[in-house]
């Protein structure tokens, strides 16, 4: 059953000034092992080398969505909503807290070097012999089962997974407000009590009150604003390319049976592709960082400079292409291998690409993946999609702009830059 706590429990935030606990089973699934190891995660990965402030962790970002949660439903509560199912809302609350608990250090860059998905670990933390597991198991028998389905978006009250995962939910609400105050930018903020304000359950989704359509304007604007001055920042995807190229060397040394002076028992696991849910749990950024700072000292020259690099932050420079051109790669591939360098190490393209809102197109078939639209809901009972009636929705939606670039080490290059094509110099600035 689900206990109240005898006194709430109040942790301070600068996003949402505090967070409040009343529930005995949210109070121990915080203070599990599983769920204090985000704290040894940082929220945004390599961001702080671009944004310095950008040091907060997921157990700051978990907090807050759960917060973010936990006022809707009482929103709905209090004005006694009926579509609002009420025996949902310890399901609905322990998967908000829960949702990132399968985060690695780093997640999306080493997610990418070894295939691994962390929804996926959340759901193996939430089911497996863990102390979530167990605080879950001791409210309610079932419990473990019906928040990983939420995680998995399977859960067969839509209503709960549109609440942690749709294209306004409180999952993204928190993150750009989080990230917009640590790296301290301007842009990336909406009125977060307004929207609060204007979510109504209704049929078995979540939708807005028509007269709330212009704090899901600005909501949506701050997204697409976070996305490309953020998320996508040149800065922070060369660190995050340095990353991924310290842990496919690692896993190449490993593959061809080389003797690391350093390694410790969770990263040989994670390097053979045999992480246990207990292995997994042992990771974190600290972890990462003793590894390079141990692997700059490594016999491997490569990956030495890689760690070192990282560590240091001597990232690789990088120019902006037009368009992605695949036989320009291919022949600065070639050029490298010709001056002695390593193409698969010190030369990456990359496409970054955003949806800012995935309009819904009627009649076209929409994927499990594809989040549902967001719709108003006006003073007759009848919805309608956003974009249908603001304009500065229907003008960013759907826009797929791309951006393409180029990295590589400047100063190894600059070294040989007479050997170089005059063409290649003048891209590369050299
Ligand atoms: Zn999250």
Redesign the pocket.
């Known amino acids: 059953m689900f206990r109240l706590l005898d006194e709430e429990k109040v942790f301070k935030d600068p996003v949402h000034h505090s967070v409040y606990v009343q529930e005995e089973t949210i109070w121990r699934l915080i203070n599990t092992p599983e769920f204090q190891r985000l704290r040894r995660i940082r929220?945004l990965g390599t961001t702080y080398l671009t944004f310095h402030g950008a040091e907060h962790s997921?157990f700051s970002?978990?907090l807050g969505?759960y917060e973010i949660t936990r006022k809707i439903i009482n929103q709905f509560e209090r004005n006694g909503y009926k579509d609002w199912p009420q025996e949902e809302k310890m399901v609905s609350l322990c998967a908000s807290l829960l949702?990132?608990v399968g985060?690695g250090p780093f997640s999306h860059a080493i997610e990418q070097v070894f295939d691994m998905d962390h929804e996926e670990w959340t759901c193996a933390i939430i089911l497996g012999d863990t102390a979530v597991n167990r605080v879950l198991k001791e409210a309610d028998e079932e419990l473990p089962q019906k928040v990983a389905s939420v995680i998995r978006k399977t859960y067969d009250k839509p209503i709960v997974v549109s609440l942690v995962s749709s294209q306004m939910d409180a999952?993204?609400m928190?993150?750009l407000l989080r990230d917009a105050y640590y790296t301290g930018v301007n842009y990336g903020t909406f009125d977060l009590d307004r929207i609060l304000r204007v979510l109504r359950p209704h049929q078995g989704r979540i939708v807005v009150k028509e007269s709330g359509m212009h704090a899901v304007e600005d909501y949506l604007m701050s997204r697409y604003q976070m996305y490309w001055q953020i998320y996508f920042h040149p800065v922070t995807r060369s660190s995050d390319i340095l990353l991924k190229k310290i842990f496919k060397r690692a896993m190449e040394l490993h593959r061809n049976g080389y003797t690391f002076k350093f390694m410790l028992h969770p990263l040989r696991q994670l390097l053979k592709g045999e992480l246990t849910v207990a292995d997994y749990l042992s990771l974190d950024d600290n972890i990462a960082f003793a590894a390079f700072s141990q692997w700059a000292l490594e016999e491997d020259e490569l990956l030495a400079d890689l760690s070192r690099r990282f560590l240091n932050r001597q990232l690789y420079k990088y120019v902006q292409l037009e368009t992605m051109d695949l036989k320009l790669a291919d022949s600065l591939r070639e050029e490298w291998t010709s001056i002695g360098l390593d193409p698969e190490y010190h030369l990456e393209t990359d496409t970054v690409v955003d949806l800012p809102y995935d309009l819904y197109k009627p009649g076209i078939e929409t994927g499990p993946s594809e989040k549902p639209p967001i719709l108003l809901l006006d003073e007759k009972d009848q919805l309608t999609e956003i974009s249908a009636k603001s304009d500065i929705i229907r003008s960013i939606a759907g826009i797929h702009r791309g951006k393409y670039f180029i990295y590589y080490p400047e100063e190894l290059l600059r070294e040989k830059a007479d050997l170089l094509k005059t063409r290649t110099r003048e891209l590369l600035h050299l």
């Open positions: 929220q997921r970002h978990s969505v949702h990132d985060h999952d993204r928190d993150y």
